[in-house]
């Protein structure tokens, strides 16, 4: 929604008597200036995965030390849930279908209106360092280094407007390096910054750093209470994915078990593909935290569930060993901002491109409408604004990030831009006309096997239509937070459907979605 459809639908006609408004840009010209923005992006990382938000199997002090000094938003959403989407929708504020890229397969359209380019004009110095992701070079920056394509974990190549660097080391690690040293050496220090730094981490295939090899060596991660989901009372297309954590798992390039030649069930077991690009003593270390491991894994001939179990904890340790790589560069983000004057003037963002499954339902992946890919982490803080220890339940969405980057940089959101600023939410504040629902559709067909649907989401429900299906699922987030059964046709909740359907198409009609 834009501003001005946001004024209209709650009867305001004028922005200066919207008390949103003056609560935010104008108190924050006259209390804060022009801030910096580091906006700190990684990929896959799943909300279950932060402590901040109440992980059971890992900890992240760096990220929560953001929260911690500022604010949590609990219900931040993608409008599409996958890589490339979602980041064209962080850059434009607008739905996939505005923005131009609905799947990891379309091209960026570099020409049009982009959150970097409205903060150049504004005289920002602009950067955006690590996973790009669009196909076409970025634009409205003044300085890029990126990862071409997916980018690799071990010795990344790196493009920028001066061609392809080989770095030497562990990609979280190097993306860091790259900011950093733009934040110390190349930028304008006497002008106003926005840093996008995106990690590709913890993005498949989950291959850990040296410092992180034998991470949870020693204990046993808790599994998600339906990993084995049988996905009865729901879509038929649940039942048809290819992102199972029993079966769709490669051993040698997924699971780590160098040489395997068992096949998933798809019938491929690709070769780990980054192992060949490590040198000696990468690869020396690598062998030396696996090799022990792989051998008491082919010895025990597991079957059946523990065969499932011993994946899910296969792949669930280097996830959060990936993870833990992100925080600790976080850490050095905020260490360099305290110890160079910069933090009290600079609002720094965390959050994702995405959520994703860590075996709930028996997946790995996202895509899906269901809350562990659909949900994005987004903490941020923001010395004397932002106050310390805020956290909101209100729905926000990625087309939000490019109206908050503006708006904390007094500068006017576009009438076109589809999202509103957050600043309201992270300063504790609980706006009266506040949106009650979201749209989300994922429109890719074809990978992991997903049906292409869309949906509503509302502060309790939830309806999605799968319609390559002609099927629909209800949920009762509030009674069955885990979506295990759809009351799409249960007559008791005949007029919440009816109240969801309508939501549907007053958002298709606000956000002209096309028929």
């Known amino acids: ?112 209106q982009t959150v970097a380019k409205l903060m150049q004009e504004a005289g920002y110095q602009t950067a955006m360092i690590g996973k790009w992701h669009l196909k076409t070079d970025p634009t409205g920056f003044d300085y890029w280094e990126i990862l071409p394509g997916q980018g690799c974990y071990y010795n990344p190549d790196f493009r920028s407007s001066g061609g392809k660097k080989r770095y030497s080391g562990y990609v979280t690690d190097i993306t860091t390096d790259l900011a950093l040293d733009w934040l110390e050496e190349k930028r304008d220090k006497n002008k106003p910054f926005m840093l996008m730094c995106q990690n590709k981490a913890p993005h498949r295939n989950w291959m850990p750093g040296p410092k992180h090899l034998n991470m949870y060596d020693d204990v046993t991660i808790p599994e998600p209470s339906n990993l084995f989901d049988d996905y009865a009372n729901r879509s038929s297309g649940l039942k048809q994915n290819e992102m199972s954590i029993a079966k769709h798992f490669m051993f040698d390039r997924d699971l780590k078990v160098t040489g395997s030649k068992i096949k998933d069930a798809l019938g491929r077991d690709y070769s780990n593909y980054e192992l060949k690009r490590m040198n000696p003593e990468q690869k020396q270390l690598w062998m030396e935290a696996y090799g022990p491991k792989n051998e008491a894994f082919e010895k025990a001939d597991l ?44 609002l720094v963002i965390y959050s994702s491109d995405q959520g994703f499954y860590l075996g709930e339902h028996g997946w790995y992946d996202k895509r899906w409408m269901y809350e562990e890919s659909f949900r994005m982490p987004f903490l941020a803080k923001w010395p004397g604004v932002i106050k310390a220890g805020i956290r909101s339940s209100k729905l926000a969405q990625n087309i939000d990030f490019a109206p908050t980057f503006l708006e904390a940089t007094n500068q006017n959101v576009p009438d076109d831009m589809q999202g509103v600023s957050l600043l309201p939410l992270l300063e504790g504040k609980k ?42 699922e209800l949920f009762d987030l509030k009674n069955d937070p885990r979506e295990m059964k759809s009351l799409y046709d249960d007559p008791a909740y005949e007029s919440v459907r009816k109240k969801l359907l309508a939501e549907l198409r007053k958002l298709e009609k606000q956000y002209q979605v096309p028929s």
Not at 450 to 461: I, K
């Open 303 to 346: 079957k059946g569930k523990e065969l499932t179990r011993w994946k899910y904890q296969r792949y669930i340790k280097d996830y959060l060993r990936c993870v833990a790589s992100v925080d600790d560069n976080v850490g050095r983000l905020l260490n360099y901002l305290d110890s160079n004057g910069l933090a009290d003037n600079t």
């Open 431 to 472: 706006p009266a006309g506040w949106r009650k629902s979201i749209y989300y559709h994922y429109y890719e067909k074809g990978e992991h096997n997903v049906p292409r649907h869309y949906g509503v989401r509302t502060e309790r429900y939830k309806l999605i239509h799968y319609y390559d299906l002609g099927e629909w």
């Open 1 to 112: 929604m834009n501003r001005r459809s946001f004024l209209k639908q709650i009867g305001v006609a004028s922005l200066s008597v919207f008390p949103l408004a003056c609560a935010t840009s104008g108190w924050v010209k006259a209390k804060r200036g022009r801030p910096n923005i580091l906006f700190i992006f990684s990929d896959d990382h799943a909300f279950q995965a932060i402590s901040a938000y109440g992980s059971k199997i890992n900890q992240t002090p760096n990220i929560d030390r953001i929260g911690a000094e500022g604010a949590i938003l609990d219900n931040c959403y993608c409008c599409n849930s996958i890589c490339a989407p979602s980041r064209a929708a962080v850059l434009t504020g607008k739905h996939s279908h505005v923005n131009g890229l609905r799947t990891n397969g379309d091209r960026f359209d570099g020409g049009q």
